[in-house]
């Protein structure tokens, strides 16, 4: 079973930062790639970035790119999401996510196996 607990959400001022992280138990071992999605209210959920567990090759929606940056500790079985240059619409519970089963992908809901609880990051302006 592997288990999934975010940190790090909270309040914020537009062109802050914030610092997520998402901390994995059980079979990480395994995992594909680990991803970071967000959903705001009314909307569907949808990707931020993502992470190859092994190889450690990042990918980024263009509405974060150059701001977000996500990270790895394959060690500490964690990875982050560092957020800068914050902006209002970035306002939205953000979800860890992880790919255990080869998926063919790393930008979709379905594509991952396991979920974390969510963490609110609010972005005032």
């Known amino acids: 079973q592997v288990q999934l607990v975010e940190s790090g959400g909270g309040l914020v001022q537009a062109g802050g930062s914030l610092r997520l992280s998402c901390a994995a138990s059980g079979r990480t071992f395994s995992f594909k790639f680990m991803g970071w999605f967000r959903q705001a209210p009314g909307k569907e959920r949808e990707f931020v970035a993502a992470?190859?567990?092994?190889?450690?090759?990042?990918y980024y929606a263009d509405s974060v790119k150059g701001r977000f940056t996500i990270s790895r500790d394959r060690a500490k079985n964690t990875v982050s999401l560092q957020m800068n240059s914050l902006k209002p619409e970035d306002t939205a519970v953000y979800y860890c996510a992880a790919q255990w089963r080869p998926a063919g992908g790393y930008i979709r809901t379905y594509e991952y196996d396991y979920w974390g609880q969510g963490t609110q990051v609010t972005v005032s302006s």
């Open positions: 992470i190859s567990w092994s190889g450690g090759s990042t």
